[in-house]
């Protein structure tokens, strides 16, 4: 725990460190003026990184830009999803070869005696492109970023050209061209500030956290509380399951909002440790839900006796408010699956748990009207009978 409080901390120092020690990047304007919302200047060799995460594909749009170069340049940025410096980089690699034009290809590094091949590399990278201005080369890409996590060792470098064929990278501030960057965060790590397992087991936690966020959301509002309400509705008609029904449908409550308040806290850590990201819908309806929730729970112990003659406005108040949480629930349960679920198979297997309760309503409401209508019928000349399930309560 401590740990990871100074690492965070250190990262934010360092960033802050390497921001204010250069120049600012934010405000340079691409050619075809396509913006990106992060950028960082990197602390060697004259290059600044920009890009656009998305959380809902888990890829970016990078544009990596090395400045003070010349046309027999190449200039090179990678990704190391393994960690480490050169071998296992992945390299996007870009220059201007003798016809003229901008070669621009990726090529995975698997010997310190590279030439640069192209080569497929180890994720996706749906385009890549180049554009040389001068004295600046600039590589644009989109990346499938591989696995779960946003938190990556990059490498870039620069070297002469032989031709067509990349040669050796000079030495000096070239072997100093590493650092983390964190695509969802924003945050970025130098060359001094290792060692990168610690931080990148850091933010790994974090997606780990994005899971059980999910996992405690779904099954306390999204399963457990419609259950709960469904065991009141459903359960009350049956003489035999009074008052058991209230009991059960008090327990199944309870556990959903002790295990609800534990997810929706676990979301509103993931909102403060992520200040560049913003889910507003999402988590307004989180802050809602868990408002109505504890209303719920607190005004159980201010209802009526069943005889007052309050106790039908009160039941009439707890069951809006149960309905809409369930709604709410439901509907922020769908906005969460937009924001991690690329796949969609959660929410397939959320859509199946609904149609399932929803069928499971449906037998259930034709039952207990049948029984309320039986009732109606058989005990006409009594005035204390049931006209609506309200009249069923007796707790
Ligand atoms: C960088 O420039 C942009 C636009 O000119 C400005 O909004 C931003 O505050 C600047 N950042 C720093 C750290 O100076
Ligand atoms: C961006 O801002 C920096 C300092 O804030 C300035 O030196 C630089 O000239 C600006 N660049 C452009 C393209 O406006
Ligand atoms: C970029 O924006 C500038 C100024 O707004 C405009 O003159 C230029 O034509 C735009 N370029 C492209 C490729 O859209
Ligand atoms: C990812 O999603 C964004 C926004 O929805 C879109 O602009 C981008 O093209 C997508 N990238 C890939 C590789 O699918
Ligand atoms: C130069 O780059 C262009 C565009 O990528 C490519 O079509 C051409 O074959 C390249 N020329 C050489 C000599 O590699
Ligand atoms: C990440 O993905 C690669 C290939 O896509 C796989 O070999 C590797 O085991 C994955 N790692 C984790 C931690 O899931």
Redesign the pocket.
Known sequence: MAISKIIIFFMFVSSLFVSSSSQNCSNYTFRDNKTYAACKTLPVLNSFLHWNY?E??H?V?IAYRHTSLTASNWAAWSLNPSGGAMIGAQCLVAFRNTSGLMSAYTSPITSYRTRLEEGPLSFEV?RVAAEFDGDQITIYA?I?LPNVTTAFTHVWQHGVLFGDTPGMHPSGDNLNSIGIVDFASGVTLDNNARPTTTVATRLSRKNRMKFVHGVLNVVSWGILVPIGAMLARYLRVFEIANPMWFYLHVACQLSGYVVGVAGWATGIKLGSDSPGIVHTTHRNIGITIFALATLQVLSLKFRPKPNHKYRSYWNYYHKSIGYSVIVLSAVNIFQGFDILDSEKKWKKAYIGVIIFLGAVCVVLEAITQFIIFKRKEQSADNPKVANGIDELDNV
């Open positions: 998305y809902s594909n890829s749009d749906p989109t499938k």
